[in-house]
């Protein structure tokens, strides 16, 4: 049965959190920290009320001078707590995409303007149910630290970074000091290798080229020649070296004669993300013997060339398929 109370806040909840601007960078002031005690706060002020009860029943001069002294060293820890998250400045750096199945990772700059250090702050991923998903850190005065915070998103394809928060309970554990972040950047998601791909498909020969290429099923193309000095060394063909113990280079001129394409409707597969995977793994497989390879996918194609920016346009075309 549905919760009307829990179902009624986590409306409240969603509601006030679609209010707070998407921003990569945020200061820190009253309008957006919070302050509320612990468990141990609460413990600390029903022990403080104990003592004035004793000591007003007993006519303790001693109990109230104990007493009030508690509740001054509660007081101070509540300005000092809040005022070490008040005036931070909180920047996210740019992340870099990851593949499907593992943790993004999300640094954050911390800046601190104040001449003193702040203590004991820690940042994580709102709503994650971990008990590790905390990063802690020290700000130095007139300094800025960096903290790495990791998530792991759902699926390939283009995701807004989570809802982050801040909070710190120092320098007495008896309060809790926080805040809630919305970041507007956004982490692109390949989509997961294969992890056993098949053998590169067969080149296809070029216009007005001659006869087709072929690959083996190691997923180096026929045609090699021994190494001569000056070759570039994309056309070793390094994984024969290692066998032979002897460096040997693609011919160059028979590689005018093909293309290497990855299409989308022959990588040998049904579901969509399973062809996707295979295509990615074949990306980086070309990528890493250094060849010449283009892309077709639905209503996209990419020219064959290579290096890490073409590799990076394959996978970022794969991920938005």
């Known amino acids: 049965m549905l919760n009307p109370v829990a179902h009624a806040r986590r409306q409240f909840r969603a509601w006030w959190q679609a209010r707070l601007p998407l921003s990569d960078s945020i200061t820190l002031t009253q309008r957006n920290v919070y302050i509320l005690p612990t468990r141990p706060g609460f413990m600390m002020g ?56 593992t943790s993004a990772c999300l640094r954050i700059a911390l800046s601190n303007n104040r001449k003193s250090a702040r203590y004991g702050i820690g940042l994580a991923v709102l709503d994650l149910d971990q008990d590790d998903r905390w990063a802690y850190t020290d700000v130095p005065a007139l300094g800025s630290s960096t903290v790495q915070v990791a998530f792991k998103p759902g699926r390939r394809g283009l995701h807004r970074v989570p809802m982050l928060t801040a909070e710190t309970r120092f320098p007495l554990g008896i309060f809790r000091v926080w805040t809630v972040w919305r970041p507007a950047a956004q982490v692109l998601v390949y989509p997961a290798p294969e992890a056993v791909p098949p053998p590169l498909p067969a080149g296809e020969p070029r216009a007005g080229g001659g006869a087709t290429a072929r690959v083996q099923a190691t997923g180096e193309f026929e045609g090699v020649r021994a190494y001569r000095r000056g070759d570039p060394l994309k056309l070793v063909v390094w ?83």
Not at 59 to 78: D, I, P, R
Not at 249 to 276: H, I, K, N, P, V
Not at 316 to 321: D, G, I, N, R, V
Request: with cysteine; net charge positive; hydrophobic share 45%.
């Open 46 to 101: 029903a022990t403080l009320l104990v003592l004035v009860i004793a000591s007003i029943n007993y006519q303790l001069n001693l109990g109230y001078l104990l007493t009030f002294l508690l509740a001054g060293c509660c007081v101070v820890g509540m300005h000092v707590c809040h005022a070490t998250l008040r005036g931070l400045t909180m920047n996210l750096m740019a992340p870099d995409p990851q593949f499907a199945g």
């Open 239 to 321: 994984k024969k070296a290692a066998k032979s113990e002897e460096l040997v280079s693609r011919d160059a001129q028979q590689a005018q004669r093909y293309e290497l394409w990855l299409d989308f409707a022959q990588a040998g597969l049904q579901d969509t993300e399973r062809r996707l995977s295979r295509l990615a793994a074949w990306v980086l497989q070309a990528d890493r013997l250094g060849m010449d390879y283009g892309l077709r996918l639905p209503g996209q194609q990419i020219a064959p060339a290579s290096g890490e920016a073409h590799k990076r346009r394959c996978l970022e075309a794969l991920a938005t398929c």
